[in-house]
């Protein structure tokens, strides 16, 4: 038999008969941002930006020894690190479109950990993640929405981009929470709310699990 190969895959070809690629190996790509400190003061909490760190620890061990050590990418962006690296609307956007480079066989892990809010568009809510920039929780304004929160529309649109077919989101954020805990509580929860979430699932095709019940 003959070895062929290239830079991306390597295939074993019986004379003249075709050659059958080996698989690549999966990699994981993880995107992991937590807000604590954000531009405006009253919005600070206390665990966000520790737990993404520690969540970033554990998917680069847990990573490391299903995927092997070069085939983990993990990114984290957290307000308890150098300013360079907080979890900027403009770091995280930046984070996404570095995963682009996954393939459809790899796994993707996005975990978002801050405020999370709801902003009515015509007849429906839609589900905000607020990033370090904002200054408050207030949405009316279209400016400031674009430039401090990423909205499941942002998020749908990022995720739609990377190739992996496996993929998961984890949303640590106020209302995402609540919403769930509340759901499997009681029927107190506003229909609406419940929508925001199911369209951001329905749109991405992932997993979604949702988080932390009091804002912390």
């Known amino acids: 038999d003959e070895r062929l190969s290239s830079r991306e895959v390597g295939a074993w070809g019986s004379g003249a008969g075709g050659a059958t690629a080996a698989p690549s190996e999966p990699h994981l790509w993880a995107i992991v941002a937590g807000v604590s400190t954000y531009a405006g003061p009253a919005l600070r909490l206390r665990y966000a930006a520790r737990d993404a760190q520690s969540f970033g620890a554990a998917l680069r061990i847990g990573g490391t020894a299903l995927f092997g050590e070069e085939r983990v990418h993990v990114t984290v962006l957290s307000t308890e690190n150098e300013a360079a690296t907080w979890p900027t609307r403009a770091n995280i956007e930046a984070a996404f479109a570095k995963a ?32 370090q920039d904002a200054v408050s929780g207030a949405l009316d304004d279209p400016e400031a929405r674009r430039r401090t929160t990423i909205s499941s529309a942002d998020m749908t649109g990022w995720i739609q981009q990377i190739p992996a077919l496996k993929q998961v989101l984890v949303l640590d954020t106020c209302h995402a929470g609540q919403l769930v805990l509340d759901l499997a509580a009681s029927r107190e929860v506003p229909s609406s709310h419940v929508r925001a979430i199911e369209r951001m699932k329905d749109r991405m095709g992932l997993f979604i699990l949702a988080g932390a019940a009091e804002p912390s």
């Open 100 to 131: 682009r480079a996954a393939r459809s066989g790899d796994v993707l892990v996005a975990y978002l950990a801050g405020h999370g809010a709801q902003h009515r568009e015509g007849d429906d809510d839609d589900f905000y993640f607020l990033t």
